[in-house]
């Protein structure tokens, strides 16, 4: 999920943003759960609340 959401700025390609944003989404209440399980799904929903800096 990260490089989709990586990806969308450097090619100007909003699927890739939505995509992710769908696979975090759909995944939340398993992440709430059980958040050790889901490292890098958790890393990518910090990236996608607070986006790194160009």
């Known amino acids: 999920m990260i490089a989709l959401q990586r990806l969308s700025p450097l090619t100007n390609?909003?699927?890739c943003a939505e995509s992710a944003k769908r696979v975090i989404a759909s995944f939340?209440?398993?992440?709430?759960?059980?958040?050790?399980?889901f490292g890098s799904l958790l890393l990518a929903l910090e990236e996608q609340l607070m986006p790194r800096a160009s």
């Open 13 to 15: 390609d909003l699927h």
């Open 28 to 37: 939340f209440k398993q992440m709430e759960d059980h958040a050790a399980n």
